[in-house]
């Protein structure tokens, strides 16, 4: 069975003055398998948050089912809802004048465990995420990354199986943001949980996650492996340097073709192409050569997902 499974949701907000609807989200489908980490990457306003809080409940759908573990978060709320972990931005799921232990403790008995059993889940947390030496310290007095940790220690006290984490290594320095992004791995990995990310960092996604879902104006435009995501991209980028500059009736054939930039010096041209389908790199460069151009270089450009994202995610004008 699934661990999460979206099914045609939707969420519409009213404007300010109430005239327009927002369409925050828009018939997202999604079905996650347990011990997965699947990060939602998207612009501002893509519609991440919204579907993270649809999915802990703290959003109602305007349409759509979110199944947790089999469980409805609309009918079967309670037993829904025991098994999801959720981290907001921000860290708000803490008090900051409680010290990370007290916050443990506090979390742990309102949602129904027993103290000893707290006990030996808050120590473990402790040590995984590095707080012990500090658990008495005032929550409020610690670094950014520190007070992320507590708050996802927090969300993890009552051993969910599903944990949502918003923008979770948003303004933490390098080094915290990899220790915290190395932890997430672990948690997944080595304790079977499922994971959900928000995030507009693709370094972020690209390292943690292990499916994609790329989210623009409330929809999932691409969800699949990086590694899958990365080869699509790997065929359809490429550079030719060649010597000398195009005339424009060529210029005009090459950009019917495919999507294409000229960069000239007068010396030499670099043209970078997107290439659909691979059989298209042959026809460039039957092209070039009818046109007598002489070809001195033809590169793969390198891979990242930025590349991918940016080809999907256009520019906002
Ligand atoms: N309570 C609300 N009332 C009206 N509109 C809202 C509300 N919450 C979100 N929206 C709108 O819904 C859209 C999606 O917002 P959401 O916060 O889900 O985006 P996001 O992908 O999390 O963005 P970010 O990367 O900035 O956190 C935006 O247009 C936002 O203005
Ligand atoms: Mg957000």
């Not at 590095?130 to 009552?158: F, H, P, W």
Request: charged content about 30%; proline content about 3%; hydrophobic content about 40%.
């Amino acid at each position: 069975m699934f661990m999460l499974k979206l099914e045609e949701l939707r969420k519409e907000y009213k404007s300010f003055l109430g005239k327009k609807k927002i369409i925050a989200v828009d018939k997202i489908d999604l079905e996650v398998q347990p011990g997965e980490i699947v990060g939602f990457l998207g612009p501002n306003g893509a519609g991440k948050t919204t579907t993270i809080k649809m999915i802990c409940g703290l959003v109602n759908p305007t349409k759509g089912q979110v199944l947790i573990d089999g469980y409805d978060i609309k009918n079967e709320r309670k037993k829904a809802l025991k098994k999801i972990g959720v981290v907001l931005e921000g860290s708000r799921n803490i008090y900051w004048r409680l010290s990370p232990y007290e916050n443990l403790r506090y979390f742990g008995n309102i949602r129904g465990m027993r103290t000893k059993q707290i006990k030996t889940k808050i120590d473990k947390l402790l040590h995984f995420f590095n707080l012990y030496e500090r658990k008495n310290d005032l929550t409020q007095k610690l670094s950014r990354g520190m007070q992320q940790k507590v708050a996802i220690s927090v969300a993890l006290v009552t051993s969910p199986l599903l944990l949502l984490l918003d923008e979770p290594v948003l303004g933490l320095d390098p080094h915290s943001s990899n220790e915290l992004q190395e932890r997430i791995i672990k948690i997944a990995k080595e304790e079977g949980k499922t994971i959900i990310i928000a995030t507009h960092q693709m370094d972020v996604a690209q390292k943690v996650c292990d499916r994609i879902a790329i989210i623009n104006k409330g929809k999932i435009v691409v969800c699949d492996t990086v590694k899958k995501l990365l080869n699509l991209l790997e065929a359809q980028h490429y550079e030719f340097r060649i010597e000398g500059s195009l005339n424009s009736e060529c210029k005009d054939k090459l950009s019917k073709i495919s999507h294409l930039e000229i960069n000239e010096d007068g010396i030499e041209t670099l043209i970078s192409i997107n290439i659909i389908n691979s059989s298209l790199l042959y026809d460039i460069i039957n092209l070039l050569k009818s046109e007598g151009v002489n070809i001195i270089e033809i590169r793969k450009q390198e891979v990242n997902l930025e590349k991918l994202y940016f080809q999907i995610v256009p520019e906002r004008k």
